[in-house]
């Protein structure tokens, strides 16, 4: 089983940026997909980004895309996504996930998430 710690969150104005880190233990990072999800008030999770093992590909929500990118640093085992031109809309829980095994290529449903952080609150004030 992985342990994912994300940190990074916070408080910032509409068109701001921000990064988030995701740093993970207990199993062979390199070996797994990584994205992320986020969850507003009274909304399901969704997916925002992924990334595939290598770092050979990257996948974005519709909404997103653009203005975050995912990358990993598979000698750190940290996964990062870096936002830039937030919107109050982004405003959500933030969710690192790992794939469930090393068949998933990539994490763009929950299905495919083995194990979650504990989330980072990412609040953008208009």
């Known amino acids: 089983q992985v342990q994912l710690v994300e940190s990074g969150g916070g408080l910032v104005q509409a068109g701001g940026s921000l990064r988030l880190s995701c740093a993970a233990s207990?199993?062979?990072?390199?070996?797994?997909?990584m994205g992320w999800f986020r969850q507003a008030p009274g909304k399901e999770r969704e997916f925002v980004a992924t990334i595939t093992r290598s770092s050979g590909s990257t996948y974005y929500a519709d909404s997103v895309k653009g203005r975050f990118t995912i990358s990993r640093d598979n000698a750190k085992n940290t996964v990062y996504l870096q936002m830039n031109s937030l919107k109050p809309e982004d405003t959500a829980v933030y969710y690192c996930?790992?794939?469930?095994?090393?068949?998933?290529?990539?994490?763009?449903?929950?299905?495919?998430?083995?194990?979650w952080g504990q989330g980072t609150q990412v609040t953008v004030s208009s």
């Open positions: 996930a790992s794939g469930k095994n090393r068949i998933v290529v990539v994490t763009t449903t929950t299905q495919h998430v083995g194990s």
């Open positions: 207990g199993r062979t990072f390199s070996s797994y997909a």
